[in-house]
């Protein structure tokens, strides 16, 4: 069974830092790609960035880039989110998301909340 | 401001059929195939639909989808009260090199 579970979310000042995880296992974590989806609350869906399987290549979407970090380690089965400078509109629940080939998202995990106050 | 639009709300009676559509451009729906998600109340989202029309193993029939242009649809037939939850379509972005949702849509089952 496919399994993702986020931790390290919690309440931060504005400027600081946190770094998210993403613990995975049911599958073989180096063969796919992985990403974070965030949603603030009471909001829609937003991605935030994504790492290939090798972790060669990123994608970041443009309100975190040159902020946010992803890595994984492949040797542990993790994924990371390091995130630098936090705004209050980085408040959100984040998502780890596991692709499948070609299929974005085909499995979430339960969600980790990131609170960062001004 | 979403890249992709959807309605925030549709509405439907039991045994109802309804349809979200989620309008997106050639950089996006026009070219990449398109993924629905289904977010029941303080859960995460659950992969509904992909490439435009399939439905993953668990999936009921009831849910369809269909890509045309750059749009796409997604049907529920025999509209259920358990069907109550938010709805969001994505797809890969090839001009902002990302991948893009809706702003969701929420259905309430009447």
């Known amino acids: 069974e496919v399994r993702l579970v986020e931790f390290g979310g919690g309440l931060v000042q504005a400027g600081g830092s946190l770094r998210l995880s993403c613990a995975v296992s049911?599958?073989?974590?180096?063969?796919?790609?992985m990403a974070w989806v965030r949603q603030a609350p009471g909001k829609g869906l937003e991605w935030v960035s994504a790492?290939?399987?090798?972790?060669?290549?990123?994608h970041y979407a443009d309100s975190v880039n040159g902020r946010f970090t992803i890595a994984r380690d492949n040797s542990r089965n993790v994924l990371y989110l390091q995130m630098n400078s936090l705004r209050a509109e980085d408040t959100a629940t984040y998502y780890c998301?596991?692709?499948?080939?070609?299929?974005?998202?085909?499995?979430w995990g339960q969600g980790t909340l990131v609170t960062v106050s001004s | 401001q979403s890249v992709l639009t959807q309605p925030p709300s549709v509405a439907g009676t039991p045994g109802q059929r309804v349809t979200i559509v989620c309008s997106g451009s050639r950089s996006n729906i026009g070219i990449r195939p398109v993924n629905w998600y289904q977010q029941l109340p303080g859960t995460a989202p659950k992969l509904l639909i992909y490439?435009?029309?399939q439905r993953p193993s668990g999936v009921p029939d009831r849910f369809s989808g269909s890509r045309s242009g750059t749009s796409a649809s997604l049907a529920i037939s025999g509209l259920q009260s358990e069907d109550e939850a938010a709805y969001y379509c994505?797809?890969?972005?090839?001009?902002?090199?990302?991948?893009?949702f809706g702003g969701g849509t929420k259905l309430t089952v009447l």
């Open positions: 490439s435009n029309n």
């Open positions: 049911g599958f073989r974590f180096d063969n796919y790609a």
């Open positions: 790492i290939i399987g090798s972790g060669a290549r990123t």
């Open positions: 998301v596991k692709d499948d080939l070609t299929v974005f998202a085909v499995a």
């Open positions: 994505s797809a890969w972005d090839d001009s902002l090199n990302g991948q893009v």
